[in-house]
Protein backbone atom coordinates (compact mmCIF):
# COMPACT_ATOMS: atom_id res chain seq x y z
CA UNK A 1 0.00 0.00 0.00
CA UNK A 2 0.59 3.55 -0.08
CA UNK A 3 1.43 3.84 3.52
CA UNK A 4 1.24 2.31 6.99
CA UNK A 5 -2.79 1.23 7.41
CA UNK A 6 -3.63 0.63 11.16
CA UNK A 7 -7.39 -0.93 12.33
CA UNK A 8 -8.73 -0.29 14.26
CA UNK A 9 -8.54 3.36 14.88
CA UNK A 10 -10.16 4.11 17.73
CA UNK A 11 -11.39 1.08 20.52
CA UNK A 12 -13.07 1.12 23.12
CA UNK A 13 -13.17 -1.89 25.85
CA UNK A 14 -14.37 -2.90 29.01
CA UNK A 15 -11.18 -3.97 31.27
CA UNK A 16 -10.06 -7.68 31.30
CA UNK A 17 -11.40 -8.30 27.93
CA UNK A 18 -8.97 -8.78 24.72
CA UNK A 19 -7.86 -6.90 22.05
CA UNK A 20 -6.00 -6.98 18.68
CA UNK A 21 -4.45 -4.25 16.83
CA UNK A 22 -3.71 -4.79 13.24
CA UNK A 23 -0.81 -2.98 11.18
CA UNK A 24 -0.23 -2.93 7.59
CA UNK A 25 3.18 -2.25 6.66
CA UNK A 26 4.35 -0.61 3.37
CA UNK A 27 4.53 -3.16 0.64
CA UNK A 28 8.68 -4.47 1.04
CA UNK A 29 9.40 -2.76 4.03
CA UNK A 30 11.00 -5.30 5.85
CA UNK A 31 11.27 -4.10 8.89
CA UNK A 32 8.33 -3.04 11.41
CA UNK A 33 8.12 -1.91 14.78
CA UNK A 34 5.39 -1.00 17.06
CA UNK A 35 5.43 2.04 19.68
CA UNK A 36 2.93 3.28 22.14
CA UNK A 37 2.16 6.39 23.27
CA UNK A 38 0.33 7.46 26.49
CA UNK A 39 -1.23 10.32 27.38
CA UNK A 40 1.54 12.96 27.99
CA UNK A 41 4.02 11.14 27.42
CA UNK A 42 6.64 10.05 24.52
CA UNK A 43 6.70 7.13 22.26
CA UNK A 44 7.87 4.10 23.66
CA UNK A 45 9.20 1.32 21.97
CA UNK A 46 7.13 -2.43 22.13
CA UNK A 47 8.73 -4.61 19.83
CA UNK A 48 10.74 -4.66 16.23
CA UNK A 49 9.76 -7.40 13.75
CA UNK A 50 12.74 -8.12 10.82
CA UNK A 51 10.93 -10.29 8.46
CA UNK A 52 8.86 -12.65 10.47
CA UNK A 53 11.22 -12.79 13.62
CA UNK A 54 11.19 -10.31 15.96
CA UNK A 55 14.73 -9.96 16.97
CA UNK A 56 13.68 -7.43 19.87
CA UNK A 57 10.74 -7.78 22.19
CA UNK A 58 12.44 -6.00 25.27
CA UNK A 59 9.90 -3.22 25.28
CA UNK A 60 6.83 -5.35 25.46
CA UNK A 61 5.00 -4.16 28.95
CA UNK A 62 3.96 -7.72 30.44
CA UNK A 63 3.34 -11.05 29.37
CA UNK A 64 -0.55 -9.68 28.42
CA UNK A 65 1.46 -8.64 25.41
CA UNK A 66 2.44 -10.43 21.96
CA UNK A 67 2.73 -9.48 18.39
CA UNK A 68 3.20 -11.84 15.16
CA UNK A 69 3.87 -10.83 12.01
CA UNK A 70 3.12 -13.13 9.14
CA UNK A 71 4.24 -13.53 5.17
CA UNK A 72 6.81 -10.50 6.03
CA UNK A 73 3.63 -8.16 6.19
CA UNK A 74 0.62 -7.73 8.35
CA UNK A 75 1.71 -7.35 12.01
CA UNK A 76 -0.88 -8.12 14.51
CA UNK A 77 -0.49 -6.68 18.54
CA UNK A 78 -2.62 -8.49 20.81
CA UNK A 79 -3.05 -7.88 24.58
CA UNK A 80 -4.97 -10.12 26.88
CA UNK A 81 -7.21 -9.07 29.72
CA UNK A 82 -6.61 -5.32 29.37
CA UNK A 83 -5.74 -2.74 31.94
CA UNK A 84 -6.79 0.39 32.42
CA UNK A 85 -2.81 1.42 31.99
CA UNK A 86 -3.08 -0.14 28.44
CA UNK A 87 -5.14 2.86 27.54
CA UNK A 88 -2.57 4.72 24.69
CA UNK A 89 -2.28 5.52 21.55
CA UNK A 90 -0.57 2.35 19.34
CA UNK A 91 1.41 3.47 16.50
CA UNK A 92 2.70 0.89 14.56
CA UNK A 93 5.84 2.05 11.61
CA UNK A 94 7.70 0.23 8.97
CA UNK A 95 10.88 0.95 7.39
CA UNK A 96 12.95 -0.52 4.16
CA UNK A 97 15.89 -1.86 6.19
CA UNK A 98 18.91 -0.52 3.83
CA UNK A 99 21.24 1.44 4.80
CA UNK A 100 20.79 5.05 4.41
CA UNK A 101 17.09 4.58 4.33
CA UNK A 102 16.58 4.21 7.60
CA UNK A 103 13.53 6.36 8.01
CA UNK A 104 10.25 4.97 9.64
CA UNK A 105 6.88 5.58 8.12
CA UNK A 106 4.44 5.36 10.98
CA UNK A 107 0.56 4.57 10.56
CA UNK A 108 -2.29 6.85 12.47
CA UNK A 109 -2.51 4.75 15.05
CA UNK A 110 -5.05 2.88 17.14
CA UNK A 111 -6.60 4.57 19.96
CA UNK A 112 -7.20 2.22 22.98
CA UNK A 113 -9.37 2.82 25.78
CA UNK A 114 -9.87 0.20 28.59
CA UNK A 115 -12.80 1.42 30.87
CA UNK B 1 16.94 4.29 30.58
CA UNK B 2 16.05 7.39 28.24
CA UNK B 3 18.79 7.51 26.21
CA UNK B 4 16.95 10.48 24.24
CA UNK B 5 15.88 13.27 25.44
CA UNK B 6 14.27 16.33 25.17
CA UNK B 7 13.87 18.53 28.34
CA UNK B 8 11.35 21.76 26.88
CA UNK B 9 8.23 20.06 26.96
CA UNK B 10 6.57 22.94 24.80
CA UNK B 11 7.80 25.96 22.91
CA UNK B 12 6.14 29.11 21.71
CA UNK B 13 7.38 31.31 19.55
CA UNK B 14 6.00 34.55 16.99
CA UNK B 15 5.10 33.71 13.45
CA UNK B 16 8.10 34.77 11.08
CA UNK B 17 10.93 34.23 14.33
CA UNK B 18 13.26 30.97 14.55
CA UNK B 19 12.23 28.07 16.35
CA UNK B 20 14.95 25.97 17.91
CA UNK B 21 14.05 22.48 19.40
CA UNK B 22 16.90 20.41 21.62
CA UNK B 23 17.68 16.82 22.13
CA UNK B 24 20.27 15.38 24.18
CA UNK B 25 21.65 11.62 24.37
CA UNK B 26 23.67 9.89 25.70
CA UNK B 27 25.12 6.97 23.59
CA UNK B 28 27.85 7.82 21.62
CA UNK B 29 27.15 5.22 19.06
CA UNK B 30 23.84 6.47 17.73
CA UNK B 31 24.01 6.25 13.39
CA UNK B 32 21.26 8.51 12.81
CA UNK B 33 19.90 11.06 13.98
CA UNK B 34 16.21 12.21 13.00
CA UNK B 35 13.05 14.50 13.88
CA UNK B 36 9.57 13.60 13.29
CA UNK B 37 6.62 16.02 13.10
CA UNK B 38 3.48 14.99 14.96
CA UNK B 39 -0.15 16.78 14.46
CA UNK B 40 -2.99 15.34 17.13
CA UNK B 41 -4.62 12.35 15.70
CA UNK B 42 -1.68 11.66 13.06
CA UNK B 43 1.06 9.45 13.42
CA UNK B 44 4.60 11.39 13.23
CA UNK B 45 5.59 12.17 10.24
CA UNK B 46 9.41 12.11 8.74
CA UNK B 47 11.04 16.12 8.58
CA UNK B 48 15.12 15.70 8.42
CA UNK B 49 17.96 13.35 9.30
CA UNK B 50 21.85 13.51 9.86
CA UNK B 51 23.94 11.45 10.05
CA UNK B 52 26.35 10.68 12.81
CA UNK B 53 28.89 11.51 10.38
CA UNK B 54 27.87 15.25 9.51
CA UNK B 55 27.28 18.26 11.67
CA UNK B 56 24.65 19.97 9.98
CA UNK B 57 21.80 19.03 7.41
CA UNK B 58 19.49 21.41 5.41
CA UNK B 59 16.32 21.01 4.20
CA UNK B 60 14.48 23.97 2.99
CA UNK B 61 13.59 26.10 6.47
CA UNK B 62 14.80 23.26 8.40
CA UNK B 63 18.41 23.18 9.28
CA UNK B 64 19.14 20.40 12.23
CA UNK B 65 22.59 20.61 13.99
CA UNK B 66 24.74 17.63 15.51
CA UNK B 67 27.45 18.39 18.03
CA UNK B 68 28.90 15.26 18.91
CA UNK B 69 30.99 16.06 21.85
CA UNK B 70 28.26 17.47 23.73
CA UNK B 71 25.80 15.06 22.82
CA UNK B 72 23.43 17.44 21.22
CA UNK B 73 21.39 18.47 18.42
CA UNK B 74 18.96 20.89 17.63
CA UNK B 75 16.58 21.87 15.28
CA UNK B 76 16.54 25.13 13.49
CA UNK B 77 13.00 26.23 11.91
CA UNK B 78 12.85 29.69 10.08
CA UNK B 79 10.81 31.36 9.48
CA UNK B 80 8.38 29.68 11.90
CA UNK B 81 5.09 29.42 10.09
CA UNK B 82 1.48 28.53 12.24
CA UNK B 83 1.23 25.39 10.51
CA UNK B 84 4.33 24.19 11.92
CA UNK B 85 2.63 24.26 15.38
CA UNK B 86 2.87 20.07 16.42
CA UNK B 87 4.85 18.02 18.58
CA UNK B 88 8.25 17.49 17.41
CA UNK B 89 9.96 14.24 18.16
CA UNK B 90 13.84 13.84 18.27
CA UNK B 91 15.22 10.21 17.46
CA UNK B 92 18.14 8.47 17.47
CA UNK B 93 18.86 5.51 15.43
CA UNK B 94 21.67 2.52 15.97
CA UNK B 95 22.36 0.02 13.55
CA UNK B 96 23.72 -2.13 15.91
CA UNK B 97 20.47 -3.25 17.27
CA UNK B 98 18.29 -1.50 14.58
CA UNK B 99 16.19 0.65 16.90
CA UNK B 100 14.90 3.37 16.72
CA UNK B 101 15.25 5.73 20.82
CA UNK B 102 12.36 8.48 20.82
CA UNK B 103 12.82 11.46 23.12
CA UNK B 104 9.46 12.60 24.48
CA UNK B 105 8.83 15.66 22.11
CA UNK B 106 8.31 18.91 22.49
CA UNK B 107 4.98 20.84 22.00
CA UNK B 108 5.61 24.03 19.51
CA UNK B 109 3.22 26.76 19.40
CA UNK B 110 3.69 29.55 16.73
CA UNK B 111 1.69 32.35 16.95
CA UNK B 112 0.04 34.24 13.84
Known amino acids: GAGVSQSPSNKVTEKGKDVELRCDPI?????LYWYRQSLGQGLEFLIYFQGNSAPDKSGLPSDRFSAERTGGSVSTLTIQRTQQEDSAVYLC?????????????FGAGSRLTVL | DQQVKQNSPSLSVQEGRISILNCDYT??????FLWYKKYPAEGPTFLIS?????DKNEDGRFTVFLNKSAKHLSLHIVPSQPGDSAVYFCAAFTYNFNKFYFGSGTKLNVKP
Open chain 2, 27 to 32: NSMFDY
Open chain 1, 93 to 105: ASSPRDRGANVLT
Open chain 2, 50 to 54: ISSIK
Open chain 1, 27 to 31: SGHTA
